[in-house]
T-cell receptor, first 114, second 114 residues
Framework: AQSVTQLGSHVSVSEGALVLLRCNYS??????LFWYVQYPNQGLQLLLK??????LVKGINGFEAEFKKSETSFHLTKPSAHMSDAAEYFC????????????FGKGITLSVRP | DAGVTQSPTHLIKTRGQQVTLRCSPK?????VSWYQQALGQGPQFIFQ???????QRGNFPDRFSGHQFPNYSSELNVNALLLGDSALYLC?????????????FGPGTRLTVT
């Protein structure tokens, strides 16, 4: 079984401030981990993925995430928030092997204050 | 290169009716997964099709069924619609034989059941 916990439903930061969105996972086998972003009335866009190579993963739009097995975490960060980063962010886990379904967290809404 | 496309964009149905949603995968992809995203929630896995067969299924009743065609496009059918079926239905495509089965999402179909 696999699951994802995203603590807090809403994060608000000032433009230029650090963005930190938390994600903890549970998986009975080594996982693949993903962060997706969803803008209003749109589908999901992949930000970055962890696939058992480097533990620090860089994605699009300046985002990065670090896989920490000991903490079962995969938190998303960005050094300096931009107004265009305001969106819904989802952490997801899938298993290695043929069972590739994605299990998503509930999502975090990121607001960016000018 | 066309990404994942879905039709229709929006749909309004009445309780008890049946609905069919359509998805065309990203060029070169052979696997299609369907997700249901209720308002304010993360997407929930419905099922996945690979080589025209249902390969995995989530915790959804038999009212939800699907099909994959030889050109890899897919349909999601929902019978006996309930008010609770109102949601954004997302289609995602991937390469079935290539871990980590990175999934690309379409813009979704917004289904409203009245």
């Amino acid at each position: 079984a696999q699951s994802v916990t995203q603590l807090g439903s809403h994060v608000s930061v000032s433009e230029g401030a650090l963005v930190l969105l938390r994600c903890n996972y549970s998986s009975s086998v080594p996982p693949y981990l993903f962060w997706y972003v969803q803008y209003p009335n749109q589908g999901l866009q992949l930000l970055l993925k962890y696939t058992s190579a480097a533990t620090l993963v860089k994605g699009i739009n300046g985002f990065e995430a670090e896989f920490k097995k000991s903490e079962t975490s995969f938190h998303l960060t960005k050094p300096s928030a931009h107004m265009s980063d305001a969106a819904e962010y989802f952490c997801a886990v899938s298993q290695t092997g043929a069972n590739s379904k994605l299990t998503f967290g509930k999502g975090i809404t990121l607001s960016v204050r000018p | 290169d066309a990404g994942v496309t879905q039709s229709p964009t929006h749909l309004i149905k009445t309780r008890g009716q049946q609905v069919t949603l359509r998805c065309s995968p990203k060029s070169g992809h052979d696997t299609v997964s369907w997700y249901q995203q209720a308002l304010g929630q993360g997407p929930q896995f419905i099922f996945q099709y690979y080589e025209e067969e249902e390969r995995q299924r989530g915790n959804f009743p038999d009212r939800f069924s699907g099909h994959q065609f030889p050109n890899y496009s897919s349909e999601l059918n929902v019978n006996a619609l309930l008010l609770g079926d109102s949601a954004l239905y997302l289609c995602a495509s991937s390469l079935g034989g290539s871990p980590p089965y990175e999934q690309y999402f379409g813009p979704g179909t917004r289904l409203t059941v009245t």
